[in-house]
T-cell receptor
Framework: DQQVKQNSPSLSVQEGRISILNCDYTNSMFDYFLWYKKYPAEGPTFLISISSIKDKNEDGRFTVFLNKSAKHLSLHIVPSQPGDSAVYFCAASGAFGNEKLTFGTGTRLTIIP | DTEVTQTPKHLVMGMTNKKSLKCEQHMGHRAMYWYKQKAKKPPELMFVYSYEKLSINESVPSRFSPECPNSSLLNLHLHALQPEDSALYLC????????????FGPGTRLTVL
């Protein structure tokens, strides 16, 4: 049962444009969401997070949007840079017995120079 | 400083060998984790230590044996592994609760012959 889904396995974006990565979840108990970036053969690097009490969180070029009613979150990267090429995982956790960090399947982002 | 270190970076072992993976963090985090990641898959949780006590074991085979000697160190002892155990093993830590932001180490690439 995949509780966190990233339906786009890959995405290509022109350098300088906006990259939008999407993530859907099914468990309404999730209350904390994170995005990680991963290069091959390295550990995931934390990028940005959002609590369920917010609908937007911004950090530099990265903005995460949360739509609780749709159980959907997205990561916007603008402007996209070649160094952003990596696999991006969204992850979710919750309280009350559901505190494990559940990862999505990942989206490979390629920035085209 | 959000650094989690792991040694060794690469490990090749036979099915009869005994080896250990090491993880260290100096962020004062009280929760530490082992994950296993296969190619093109998200990280899978194996174990969670909270305040140096094992709090979650995700039904991992006994050939994997975790140990938390103190709040900064986490070991994973390996014995009689199978070729299908070959993967990237990731360590992570978080401030306190499992649902806090987790920071990952670079991983150990394990190959079982």
């Amino acid at each position: 049962d995949q509780q966190v889904k990233q339906n786009s396995p890959s995405l290509s974006v022109q350098e300088g444009r906006i990259s939008i990565l999407n993530c859907d979840y099914t468990n309404s108990m999730f209350d904390y969401f994170l995005w990680y970036k991963k290069y091959p053969a390295e550990g995931p690097t934390f990028l940005i997070s959002i609590s369920s009490i917010k609908d937007k969180n911004e950090d530099g070029r990265f903005t995460v949007f949360l739509n609780k009613s749709a159980k959907h979150l997205s990561l916007h990267i603008v402007p996209s840079q070649p160094g952003d090429s990596a696999v991006y995982f969204c992850a979710a956790s919750g309280a009350f017995g559901n505190e494990k960090l559940t990862f999505g399947t990942g989206t490979r982002l390629t920035i085209i120079p | 400083d959000t650094e989690v270190t792991q040694t060794p970076k690469h490990l090749v072992m036979g099915m009869t060998n005994k080896k250990s993976l090491k993880c260290e963090q100096h962020m004062g985090h009280r929760a530490m984790y082992w994950y296993k990641q296969k190619a093109k898959k998200p990280p899978e949780l194996m174990f969670v230590y909270s305040y140096e006590k094992l709090s979650i074991n995700e039904s991992v085979p006994s050939r994997f044996s975790p140990e938390c000697p103190n709040s900064s160190l986490l070991n994973l002892h390996l014995h009689a592994l199978q070729p299908e155990d070959s993967a990237l093993y990731l360590c992570a830590s978080s401030q306190d609760r499992v649902s806090d932001t987790q920071y990952f180490g670079p991983g150990t690439r394990l190959t079982v012959l």
